[in-house]
T-cell receptor
Framework: DGGITQSPKYLFRKEGQNVTLSCEQN?????MYWYRQDPGQGLRLIYYSQIVNDFQKGDIAEGYSVSREKKESFPLTVTSAQKNPTAFYLC????????????FGPGTRLTVT | DQQVKQNSPSLSVQEGRISILNCDYT??????FLWYKKYPAEGPTFLISISSIKDKNEDGRFTVFLNKSAKHLSLHIVPSQPGDSAVYFCAAGGNQFYFGTGTSLTVIP
């Protein structure tokens, strides 16, 4: 079955710790994305990658970092510099960047205390 | 500032009737539009899209209408079914997509 997997579904961390969220896709998509969802808000773009070894900042990249060493994988690191890291994080992919449908993973809920 | 707005946080509709979900955007450069359905604690599921060269796109019970001059799009679901109860997000953009805050649809059996 083709799709996007994110793990874990729930993640708990202490303030001041970096944490890495996993995102893997087997759809052979070139583009991958990370969004954040907060209560009462739409999805906001953190980072996106159009191809391997390339990524661009989205609207709220501060306090986050990514890598794209393989086509299938686009991990997101939430660093201690992120002031409000508690949120629902969604990874998505599309066949190419631009005017194409994005397909989402199930999400990871990160709670930092 | 929100570039994509869904001004109705919630909507209730009787089973079998039409559900109309609305979305407004501010940037006239946006030329591709998407609707997603989302259940709690899950990722959004793609429903239907429309490009700016069209004013209507239909897929089964789902139809999206685009009014470029008003910068407005709507999603019609006919007939509505209880399984349609979810949060619906619209997204607009081209190179990058901006998402609305969602409308929670409840279809009453």
């Amino acid at each position: 079955d083709g799709g996007i997997t994110q793990s874990p579904k729930y993640l708990f961390r202490k303030e001041g710790q970096n944490v890495t969220l996993s995102c893997e896709q087997n759809l052979n998509h070139d583009a991958m994305y990370w969004y954040r969802q907060d209560p009462g808000q739409g999805l906001r773009l953190i980072y996106y990658s159009q191809i391997v070894n390339d990524f661009q900042k989205g609207d709220i990249a501060e306090g986050y970092s990514v890598s794209r060493e393989k086509k299938e994988s686009f991990p997101l690191t939430v660093t201690s510099a992120q002031k409000n890291p508690t949120a629902f994080y969604l990874c998505a992919s599309s066949i190419s960047a631009g005017r194409y449908e994005q397909y989402f993973g199930p999400g990871t809920r990160l709670t930092v205390t | 500032d929100q570039q994509v707005k869904q001004n109705s946080p919630s909507l209730s509709v009787q089973e079998g009737r039409i559900s109309i979900l609305n979305c407004d955007y501010t940037n006239s450069m946006f030329d591709y539009f998407l609707w997603y359905k989302k259940y709690p604690a899950e990722g959004p599921t793609f429903l239907i899209s429309i490009s700016s060269i069209k004013d209507k796109n239909e897929d089964g019970r789902f139809t999206v209408f685009l009014n470029k001059s008003a910068k407005h799009l709507s999603l019609h679901i006919v007939p509505s079914q209880p399984g349609d109860s979810a949060v619906y997000f619209c997204a607009a953009g081209g190179n990058q997509f901006y998402f609305g805050t969602g409308t929670s649809l409840t279809v009453i059996p």
